[in-house]
T-cell receptor
Framework: GQQVMQIPQYQHVQEGEDFTTYCNSS?????IQWYKQRPGGHPVFLIQLVKSGEVKKQKRLTFQFGEAKKNSSLHITATQTTDVGTYFC???????????FGTGTRLQVTL | DGGITQSPKYLFRKEGQNVTLSCEQNLNHDAMYWYRQDPGQGLRLIYY???????QKGDIAEGYSVSREKKESFPLTVTSAQKNPTAFYLCASSGRDQPQHFGDGTRLSIL
């Protein structure tokens, strides 16, 4: 079955440093979504990417979808303590409504 | 998300007992999903439903059952056949080709 892996599993940064998480799918995706889960909370939708090579920005966050539509990345510039949480990518194949979630990257930010 | 209500927030199960987790949404979404999340892990799909009176198994359906008699409701039963039920259970819903909205989750433990 489809697998979606993320690296790194965990990253600890000092506030102000940059952070990147990478997402790789075993199959070609029709679209990819990114979610953030704060400790003790539930996942919250951040963004959806649909087109090959697409790049979207949300303030300090930059999302990319690979040309082959099998990988994606999330880059945070100048991290803040409010960025703490686990970031998940989630891929959809074809017209299926279900998503396959990645393994997640837990980000810890300290002052 | 305010549109999805999961109850109870905490649940304890005795050996050999079936328990049912409630999930209600008022977002008029056709699709609903149940995920299991173990500590420090990603989300694994248990069951999903794309329309009333229809549902499909996800990746880890054994020991679980669901029903979808109403558009708003998608209860999950954790049966006694599920030998390791301790986990955080998340319910989500989505419109067609839209991101998923999650409830606050139910934490299930074994007595």
């Amino acid at each position: 079955g489809q697998q979606v892996m993320q690296i790194p599993q965990y990253q600890h940064v000092q506030e102000g440093e940059d952070f990147t998480t990478y997402c790789n799918s075993s199959t070609t995706l029709s679209n990819i979504q990114w979610y953030k889960q704060r400790p003790g909370g539930h996942p919250v939708f951040l963004i959806q990417l649909v087109k090959s090579g697409e790049v979207k920005k949300q303030k300090r966050l930059t999302f990319q979808f690979g040309e082959a539509k099998k990988n994606s990345s999330l880059h945070i510039t100048a991290t803040q303590t409010t960025d703490v949480g686990t970031y998940f990518c989630a891929g959809r194949t074809g017209t299926a409504s279900k998503l396959t979630f990645g393994t997640g990257t837990r980000l810890q930010v300290t002052l | 998300d305010g549109g999805i209500t999961q109850s109870p927030k905490y649940l304890f199960r005795k050996e050999g007992q079936n328990v049912t987790l409630s999930c209600e949404q008022n977002l008029n979404h056709d699709a609903m999903y149940w995920y299991r999340q173990d500590p420090g892990q990603g989300l694994r799909l248990i069951y999903y439903s794309q329309i009333v009176n229809d549902f499909q198994k996800g990746d880890i359906a054994e020991g679980y059952s669901v029903s979808r008699e109403k558009k708003e409701s998608f209860p999950l039963t954790v049966t006694s056949a599920q030998k390791n039920p301790t986990a955080f259970y998340l319910c989500a819903s989505s419109g067609r080709d839209q991101p998923q909205h999650f409830g606050d989750g139910t934490r299930l433990s074994i007595l």
